[in-house]
């Protein structure tokens, strides 16, 4: 067995932060002043703090936030991956070298074709059978979980497209806001959707109102609406388990 394949493979957003740590760095910027070209080109979010959350592996960007990355940073998505030894892992047990992952987002299918195998490692059937089974057992449990919250709207159809983006993977805000709360993050998107009809960030962005409000001005109005907003919470959730706090999370 090879030195890089005895490895634990890095997942795919840590590489791609790491990545993008190396472009900045190309670009001689400090994380300040990334941010702020960042933010310039649809990015306003990525802060400073936000930018070394990525670049560190701890925040997940989406496809539209690397790519509007990489216009910032003058690069391709190909460039963002490192020329480094450890596998990649694409979840459910694929992995693939930076190499390959490189000729992939090139659009190079001939250089990709052209690697050995040993630059591949695919899960086989049992592997993915066994991650679906995981998966669908999840599924269950947080099914299980929001009952009580999903039972007092009967009306609310659990399998509609609205419901279904309960069990997606949730923002910032709606971990941090489900941290406060001592709940899963599952139920408080379902809690969410019972008390406003809509998600946490949308629910408080209402509240919040826009208009020709300074950023300073809009975050102090954010905040206020999300203080409230989690005192209603509490509350809700409290009545809807008939048990005190911290006592939502199914272990």
Known sequence: MTTSAMMLPMQIHELLGAGIRAARLKKGWRQQDAADHFRMYGLPSWRPVAVGQVETGVRKPS???????CVVLEISVA???????????????????????RALLSGDWDAFEALPPE???WP????????????GAERDRQRRLIQPIADRAPSLDMYSGKALRIFLPPTDAEAHAAGRLEIEPVQLKCAALVLWDRDFEAERDARA?????????????????????LAELRTFV?????RGRGAHVEA
């Open 63 to 69: 496809i539209g936030d690397l790519l509007l990355a």
């Open 79 to 101: 460039d963002l991956i490192p020329d480094v030894s450890e596998r990649i892992d694409l979840g459910t047990g694929a992995t693939m070298s930076a190499a390959a992952a």
């Open 119 to 121: 630059n591949f490692d």
């Open 124 to 135: 086989g059937e049992a592997s993915i059978d066994k991650a679906i089974a995981r998966a």
């Open 209 to 229: 109102g826009g208009g020709a409000a300074s950023a300073r001005t809009l975050a102090a109005r954010r905040g206020h609406a999300a203080r409230a907003m």
């Open 238 to 242: 409290d009545e809807a388990y008939k």
